[in-house]
């Protein structure tokens, strides 16, 4: 068994469209998952950074220069990508380092700035994440390959466009308590059904914002916590994952395989079941991949996930809320950071700083992100140390 | 299915060539038989790495496809499109390409049978609706 590991602390910045330059960004939030964990930088001893786009901002082999502006250039960091998912995938390593018992204190920040780039080009760099010969190289964008998986999915289990809005609209109440939410907009399911198509069956509101920002963590082995005495959060599942890495080499597309696989070593790690998760934050870069995730982490059975959503189940009162954070679709999706965000929202509900969202009672926590289309996933499962 | 021999040029390339006849261009394992997309280098199957060239008719019915209202960079002035994942007609794989002249659901029911036409360097694979 892997030694144990914990959250020590967390940082984040606002999401949304941020002035400062990449590495900026991203020291403002390693600066808070310090201060956070009220420890100094050269407690640290490895630094792992995730992102995607920093050479739109002229900046790639980014751990070194996160280092060196720590005052630490001495210990050694690791960059690493893998498209949207590349926040949760970096937390792996960083997890499983400390699990290994090779640090005892390591630094896991996410980042990415995008929003300079515009629309179209944003479109057109996202859509380098795909398999691109078969996909972005044929003219699919992502809003495009995530509508034609929910094309399928209403075909195939009858949900429909109401259904799919039902989870935007909930997102953005969400998102209405998140102080650092990019879009912080109540929106009805009529805006989203009447909001301008992206890629059909897909319209604006179905999906996620570009945004810049970047989260931070702290994570640590058991003495190093011990001597903090501060309030923690420990790790105790982690799961990875991967698919064909094109919609085109999925025996069935209305389900992602890297996100049940992820999620079943999660469980199995911690000792658990879906019914003892007490929220999750889930990957709804669209709003048919909430419905997705939702069936294939096992909250509810395939093809159930439209009318759980339907019926209220993932609100943040119902049967699992799902991301009482605003999730990508109103915290916003600054990509190398997303899966970082997610554990910082955990983070906070656990150690009393999620004000006015806090999901009550709540013990036992999951997250859950992925690159690309689900080519690549992770699953990591949290439960608040009292 | 026709066999055919290629020689010199990367997987990638000789799809390509193929889909200029209007052919899909798929690997038929020498050792299990199992038949797959020509740009994945061991059998999915086996993992083997010896085949036999197998070039198929470019048709198929679609599974499901997107309109793009919001093109990506090189796609904007492609007019009114679908991309689209269909399976090939005698495979269990499928392939997705670049359909044009589609403006509404009603143009392409899923179920819809495509052929490749084409290939070329600025959209594609280039499908048309049969």
């Known amino acids: 068994m892997p030694n144990k590991v914990f959250v020590l602390g967390a940082g ?9 330059g990449i590495i900026e960004i991203a020291m403002n939030a390693s600066t808070d998952a310090i201060e956070s964990a009220g420890i100094r930088p050269k407690d640290i001893e490895a630094g792992y950074i995730s992102n995607v786009f920093g050479v739109s901002d002229r900046q790639v082999h980014m751990a070194p220069v996160i280092m060196s502006n720590l005052g630490i250039p001495e210990v050694p960091g690791l960059s690493i990508e893998s498209a949207c998912g590349s926040g949760s995938i970096m937390f792996r390593e960083a997890f499983a380092n400390v699990a290994a018992g090779f640090y005892d204190c390591v630094l896991a920040t996410g980042v990415e700035k995008i929003t300079h780039t515009g629309t179209i080009q944003s479109t057109t760099l996202f859509s380098y994440c795909s398999d691109f010969f078969y996909e972005g190289g044929n003219g699919a964008s992502f809003p495009g390959l995530f509508a034609s998986i929910a094309r399928a999915y209403m075909a195939r289990y009858k949900a429909n466009e109401e259904d799919l809005a039902r989870v935007a609209v909930k997102n953005h109440e969400n998102g ?11 929106i009805t399911v009529d805006d989203v059904l009447q909001s301008p198509v992206v890629a059909s069956p897909l319209k604006l509101y179905d999906c996620c914002p570009f945004s810049d920002g970047a989260s931070a963590v702290i994570l640590c082995s058991a003495d190093f916590a011990k001597k903090s005495g501060r309030p923690l959060v420990e790790v105790v599942g982690s799961g990875r994952g991967a698919s064909p890495a094109a919609v085109q080499g999925r025996e069935d597309i209305t389900t992602i395989p890297s996100s049940v696989a992820a999620a079943n070593q999660a469980y199995k790690m911690a000792g658990v079941t879906p019914k003892d998760i007490d929220f999750a934050e889930v990957h709804d870069c669209f709003t048919i991949a909430e419905i997705i995730d939702i069936e294939d982490l096992g909250f509810f059975k395939k093809g159930e996930g439209a009318y759980a959503v339907r019926e209220g189940a993932t609100s943040r009162s ?9 999730g990508l679709k109103s915290k916003g999706h600054p990509i190398g950071a997303t899966g970082i965000g997610q554990v910082v929202e955990v983070f906070e509900q656990f150690t009393g700083k999620a004000d006015g969202r806090v999901i009550k009672d709540a013990e036992l926590a999951l997250t859950h992100n992925f ?16 | 299915m026709s066999k055919t021999e290629v020689h010199d040029s990367s997987p990638r390339e ?3 060539a193929s889909a200029r006849k209007q052919k899909i261009l798929s690997n038929k394992c020498i050792v299990c038989g199992h038949l797959m997309l020509t740009t994945v280098y061991y059998c999915e199957n086996c993992y083997n790495r010896k085949f036999q060239s197998v070039e198929l008719e470019g048709r198929g019915r679609v599974i499901t496809y997107t309109i793009q209202a919001v093109a990506p960079e090189g796609f904007d002035d492609a007019g009114s499109y679908a991309w689209v994942v269909f399976l090939v ?19 392409l029911p899923l179920g819809s049978s495509v052929r490749v036409v084409d290939y070329n360097q600025k959209h594609g694979l280039i499908l048309k609706k049969i």
Do not use: C, Q, W
Request: a positive charge; charged letters at 20%; hydrophobic letters at 30%.
């Open chain 1, 12 to 20: 984040s910045t606002r999401y949304g469209r941020l002035n400062e």
């Open chain 1, 176 to 186: 209405m308590l998140n102080p650092k939410s990019h879009v912080r907009k109540k």
């Open chain 1, 318 to 326: 119902g049967e699992i809320p799902i991301n009482p954070s605003g």
């Open chain 1, 371 to 386: 690159g690309a289309t689900g080519a690549s996933s992770a699953v990591h499962i949290f439960k608040k140390v009292n």
């Open chain 2, 14 to 16: 000789k799809f390509i």
């Open chain 2, 89 to 107: 007609d005698g495979t269990n794989f499928k392939v997705s390409g670049f359909l044009p002249g589609i403006a509404s659901s009603s143009d």
